[in-house]
């Protein structure tokens, strides 16, 4: 028994066996892109049915805590997880470095929401912050994937002879624009003009966007489940090390500006949930993540973001417990 946990964690061996990650490729083709695009708006826009401009408005009367919260999600958790990719550097690959700082440049996700109220945190708060980053995330995630992704193939350049990836700013930031940017704007007109037919969508279409999201998922990643399995124990201790940073960043963001405990309780849950699903769809179109630029090896990206969409669900929900356990005057 402790010959076999020692085998599991012979991290000399980790760096070769994530570097089989990369040989995964995911091709839809022309039609299976189309598919995926409309996919990706379809989700974008029953998000977007959900934002309410309120919630802007709010901000500018109690904006503490929610610039906090920002500050943690845009600023805090990017920079804490550049420092996790060097620190690893010699026990991971590049692409599961830049998975990792993919899904730190990702906005919160929206189950988050519901893992705060669990956690008898600041709903508005956790909203509001959902809300602000998914608006944005046309400009802020390509911003701080492009800026800590570049300082990362640059240092570690400098270290090893691993060539410099260069990562296309100008073209992934169009494509990233029109993919989500115009669908978050019609569906934010749509809930403006059309409040009553807002009110009968947004539950079936977000419900529909999640399930034809897990769908494509299952079909993507079928025909490599057992490279995922073989690997399964590195990814998942990589992903539980990274989340675990990111709650516990969220946490001290909130401790540190003097929060309600509420209040800390949502900056908690809103950076350690991302919204992952969308780095996933985005690694899925060539178009922001050209072949011929990654060398069509980005797997390791792929099953990072993959599996943070599944452990932040069950590490949001044990850091809920924990939280509900506790009293709000701690």
Known sequence: MVAEVCNHWNFIQMKEQLEALNAVTINFGSGGMFIVNIILAFVMFGVALGIKPQTFKDVFTNPKSVILGIVSQWVVLPAATFVIVLALNPLITPMIALGMILVASCPGGNISNFISSLSRGNIELSVSMTAITTAFAPVITPINFFLWGSLYSQMISMHSDIPRLVIPFFPM???????????IVLGLIFARYFPNATKKITKPAQVLSILLFIGMVVVSFSQNFQIFLDNIFYVFFIVMLHNGVALGSGYMVGRL??????????????TGIQNSGLG?????????FPPEIWHGHYGGMLFITAWWGIWHIVSGLTVAYFFRRTPLNE
């Open 173 to 183: 930031l169009e494509q990233i624009l029109l993919l989500l940017g115009l669908p």
């Open 257 to 270: 500006g003097h929060t309600s405990v509420a209040d800390r309780r949502s900056l908690t849950i809103e």
């Open 280 to 288: 996933l769809i985005l690694l899925f179109n060539p178009a922001i």
